[in-house]
């Protein structure tokens, strides 16, 4: 199972990036998704899920409004699109799958079964 986020890079405040986890060996239509992030000397933080459905998204309040998550189970893929950015937006990204079957408040406690490697996007004037 391979996880692989990409698409960050360097813009300034205000910009737009679209983020892409592309997934090889996992049948994504039975997992939640999702993307932390984790900033320089700070926890890892959850920033939104997508349920194995679908149907349901969910963010963290620091980024409601700016970011859209979307999946594409056809093509096992979710994708994080980030408008409005903002400095402390500055980070790694990473993206998470599981638990199998699971919900997205298990994903967001970090109950993941796989992570991806992450991207780095930073916001800077």
């Known amino acids: 199972v391979q996880l692989q986020a990409s698409g960050g890079g360097l813009v300034q405040p205000g910009d737009s990036l679209r983020l892409t986890c592309a997934t090889s060996?996992?049948?994504?239509?039975?997992?939640?998704m999702g993307w932390f992030r984790q900033a320089p000397g700070k926890d890892r933080e959850f920033v939104a899920t997508?349920?194995?459905?679908?149907?349901?998204?969910y963010y963290a309040d620091s980024v409601k409004g700016r970011f859209t998550i979307t999946r594409d189970n056809t093509k096992g893929t979710i994708y994080l699109q980030m408008s409005s950015l903002k400095p402390e937006d500055t980070a790694v990204y990473y993206c998470a799958a599981g638990p199998r079957y699971g919900t997205g408040p298990q994903l967001r406690g970090g109950a993941a079964d796989f992570w991806g490697k992450g991207t780095q996007v930073t916001v800077s004037s």
């Open positions: 060996g996992i049948n994504t239509s039975i997992y939640p």
């Open positions: 997508v349920t194995w459905k679908g149907g349901g998204t």
